[in-house]
């Protein structure tokens, strides 16, 4: 199970709506599982394929250690909000993939999904918390969308003014 490198942002990978998977097979199931170790070497929550460099619609959740929701490790394939709740929440968010950038993003609070998982199954799952707003937040994943464009405008200037000098100093030392 190797680690896979996550793609930063500026990769056109993390902008390309992802292709539906058609089933379980072979590839699939090492993707997940190199997703999954990837995810927990990176210390994350979640990761969406693209991450990866797949554009394919495959995700893993795992916000055990951080919600008292937690359904453990969650694999979902070809994964698809089926209902969103009116009530919002807002929260920080972050991602693998903007390393060092965090900011409050507002989301639906609750929603129903629905994908395959690991054994091919296809399951419903009404989640709330933090695992909503995860599962949320790798779908957008697999439409090319990032935290950092639901923030306000004057927010994401911020955030791509900081991110920007993070990275010059990061290439400076
Ligand atoms: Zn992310």
Redesign the pocket.
Known sequence: MPLREIRILGDPVLREPAQTVDGLNDEIRSLVEDMFETMYHAEGV???AP?VGISERVIVVDVRDADEDDVGALALINPKVLEASRAKDKAPEG????PGMEEVVERPSNVTVEGLNQSGETVTLEVTGLLSRAIQ??I??LDGI??IDRVSPLKRRLLMRKWQKSRAEEEGS
Do not use: W
Not at 95 to 98: E, F, G, N, R, T
């Open positions: 979640g990761l969406a991450q991602c693998l993939s903007i937040h790798e957008d994943h990032l935290f």
